[in-house]
């Protein structure tokens, strides 16, 4: 089993920045990908981003230049830097690790963007 950890949820203004984290711990497996998703208040849960072990990394296009994902295998841990946070960002972010023994999900992490 694997557990993830998230935190650095919060309030935030609007253009503001916020930074999350995300550890990881159990069975995990060298090769894996980790990323974030989110889900907005009365909407489906949608992809942000996630990076592969190698560093490679894969965008929402509406998070492109606004967001930097990144991690610290040594650490297993995954971060998710956001700038620029607009209204639209406000959503429950969720920390995702994924490899051949399945995909798992953290608890979530309460993300809001209000004046």
């Known amino acids: 089993q694997v557990q993830l950890v998230e935190s650095g949820g919060g309030l935030v203004q609007p253009g503001g920045s916020l930074r999350l984290s995300c550890a990881a711990s159990?069975?995990?497996?060298?090769?894996?990908?980790m990323g974030w998703y989110r889900q907005p208040p009365g909407k489906q849960r949608e992809l942000v981003a996630t990076?592969?072990?190698?560093?490679?990394?894969n965008y929402a296009d509406s998070v492109k230049g606004r967001f930097s994902i990144s991690r610290d295998n040594d650490k297993s841990t995954v971060y998710l830097q956001m700038n620029s946070l607009k209204h639209d960002d406000t959503a429950v972010y969720y920390c995702?690790?994924?490899?051949?023994?399945?995909?798992?999900w953290g608890q979530g992490t309460q993300v809001t963007v209000s004046s």
């Open positions: 990076i592969s072990r190698d560093g490679t990394p």
């Open positions: 159990g069975s995990i497996f060298r090769f894996n990908t």
């Open positions: 995702t690790l994924t490899q051949a023994s399945g995909r798992y």
